[in-house]
């Protein structure tokens, strides 16, 4: 089957810029306080119910993995972008990279006790969101947690020319109830949301958001 043209553009892009991305976000960990907050929760909660592995899906370079591998999940990188995937395996020689979609990963059914999409789902248009979440709810153990961050807003962000590169693609807001409700159509109850104002020092310019779930623990599809 033909690969849905977002995908390409996404992959083209990350693959173009991915090494200017990562040495310009580099030790972006140090300053995010709310980040570490909202990881280590839910690093906490997932290592508590011990459901299984976790996947950080959309891992880019990889620095979410190490910082939930520090955090002592058994976690691993998937990415859309072989480039990027080359940078995570060469930052992280410890950790797992694998290339794939998270739209479509040979993964058996309940197979993660979690998932990290960490600014990753930006680049999913807004119907095919719900296939993307039934997938996160095929793929978790009943019990299983899934945390996705975002920028908050309703417009797409047009990037053209990072770094100066000739590529562009958008980066999509979206309302973190819109969010909400999406996840609750494909069977995960939504369990928290945070909003948070942008951060000038980190470069932002909406409202950040992160929203974890959970599948239900007596839901064995
Ligand atoms: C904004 S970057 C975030 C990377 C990393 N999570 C971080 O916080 O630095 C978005 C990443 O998601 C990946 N991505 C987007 N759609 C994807 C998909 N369908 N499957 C796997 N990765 C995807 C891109 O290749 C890119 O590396």
Known sequence: MEEPEFLTDTRTFYDTIATDYAEHFRDPMATRHWDRAVLAAFADIVRAEDTGPVADLGCGPGWISAHLDALGL????????????????????????????MLDLDLPDGSLGGIVAWYSIIHTPLERLPELFAEFHRMLAPGGHLLVAFQAGDEPLRLARPFGHPVSLDFRRRQPDRIAELLAGAGLD????????????????????????????????
Do not use: H, I, N, W
């Open 74 to 101: 058994p976690v691993s990188g998937v990415d859309l972008s072989p480039e990027m995937v080359a940078l995570a395996r060469r930052e992280y020689p410890g950790l797992r990279f694998d290339v794939g979609s």
């Open 190 to 221: 939504v369990r928290s949301r945070l909003l948070r104002e942008p951060e000038e020092v980190l470069g932002e310019s909406t409202p950040q958001a992160y929203l974890t779930a959970r599948k239900p623990a007596a839901d064995a599809g």
